[in-house]
């Protein structure tokens, strides 16, 4: 592929572009990036969390794909693609697990409307808030969930769908990275570094665009039941990942 102070050969470019290609065909599918935008909208993640929660996810991901992939050399490529295979059914069913257990969570802690909102509020939360909902005009009813049951558990949810979600390999690499050993040390670190960039970025910014684009057309009807079906969303997802293979 290429030697220190030679040009990339013409296999070299191939075998980047394979690598950057794989990763970000792969990465489109909804089971990496959906999850985090159905949560991240729904919690109302910022933008920086976002990105944060997905990037650590992708990293996982990434690395994991790629250990996957050089191991293949020693526990042979069957092997190999069958543990990823594994993997990813195993990610499938956790999907649904954690969706369905968030769905259940957030019917359980609900939330309620009422008048007033920030002026109410203060601007500080639900702090002394009766939970009347009032017989104000519903245009300026104001909805939040239940401050004490929700509190401190959002990051422990957060990280678990971000391990969840890095668990699901991409065995896809595994003949480019394997392609790339007969080239040396080199031409693996160069492939393995644009897999794992072209996976995070892609993976960060569609759940970060996505979680921006949803705070803008969610309709406020269902505000109330906007946690629980996220979590039904999710666990369609994993559903669907379990369903229709994708390697």
């Given at each position: 592929?290429?030697?220190?102070?030679?040009?990339?050969?013409a296999t070299g470019y191939?075998?980047?572009?394979?690598?950057?290609?794989?990763?970000?065909?792969?990465?489109?599918?909804?089971?990496?990036?959906?999850?985090?935008?159905?949560?991240?909208r729904a919690r109302g993640w910022s933008a920086g969390y976002t990105a944060l929660i997905s990037g650590s996810s992708a990293l996982v991901h990434a690395a994991l794909s790629l250990l996957l992939a050089l191991g293949a050399g020693y526990i042979g490529r069957e092997a190999a693609a069958s543990l990823g295979e594994t993997l990813e059914s195993a990610a499938g069913i956790l999907l649904i697990l954690f969706g369905l257990a968030y769905a259940g969570w957030?019917?359980?802690?609900?939330?309620?409307?009422?008048?007033?909102?920030?002026?109410?509020h203060g601007g500080s939360g639900s702090a002394g808030c009766s939970g009347s909902e009032g017989d104000a005009n519903p245009d300026h009813l104001h909805y939040h969930p239940d401050e004490g049951l929700i509190r401190g558990k959002?990051?422990?949810s957060a990280w678990t769908l971000a391990m969840i979600i890095g668990i699901n390999p991409?065995?896809?690499?595994?003949?480019?990275?394997?392609?790339?050993?007969?080239?040396?040390a080199r031409a693996v670190s160069l492939v393995a570094a644009a897999y794992a960039a072209a996976t995070c970025v892609l993976m960060v910014g569609l759940s970060v665009l996505g979680v921006i684009?949803?705070?803008?057309?969610?309709p406020p009807a269902i505000?109330?039941?906007?946690?629980?079906?996220?979590?039904?969303l999710i666990a369609l997802t994993g559903a669907v990942v379990m369903l229709i293979p994708h390697q």
């Amino acid at each position: 592929m290429t030697i220190p102070g030679e040009a990339v050969s013409a296999t070299g470019y191939i075998l980047l572009g394979t690598a950057v290609s794989t990763a970000l065909l792969h990465t489109l599918i909804p089971d990496h990036w959906i999850p985090f935008v159905l949560a991240g909208r729904a919690r109302g993640w910022s933008a920086g969390y976002t990105a944060l929660i997905s990037g650590s996810s992708a990293l996982v991901h990434a690395a994991l794909s790629l250990l996957l992939a050089l191991g293949a050399g020693y526990i042979g490529r069957e092997a190999a693609a069958s543990l990823g295979e594994t993997l990813e059914s195993a990610a499938g069913i956790l999907l649904i697990l954690f969706g369905l257990a968030y769905a259940g969570w957030s019917w359980k802690k609900g939330g309620h409307f009422h008048p007033g909102g920030s002026l109410l509020h203060g601007g500080s939360g639900s702090a002394g808030c009766s939970g009347s909902e009032g017989d104000a005009n519903p245009d300026h009813l104001h909805y939040h969930p239940d401050e004490g049951l929700i509190r401190g558990k959002d990051g422990t949810s957060a990280w678990t769908l971000a391990m969840i979600i890095g668990i699901n390999p991409c065995i896809l690499i595994l003949p480019v990275i394997l392609a790339s050993v007969e080239h040396g040390a080199r031409a693996v670190s160069l492939v393995a570094a644009a897999y794992a960039a072209a996976t995070c970025v892609l993976m960060v910014g569609l759940s970060v665009l996505g979680v921006i684009g949803a705070r803008r057309i969610t309709p406020p009807a269902i505000a109330r039941h906007m946690e629980m079906i996220s979590g039904l969303l999710i666990a369609l997802t994993g559903a669907v990942v379990m369903l229709i293979p994708h390697q």
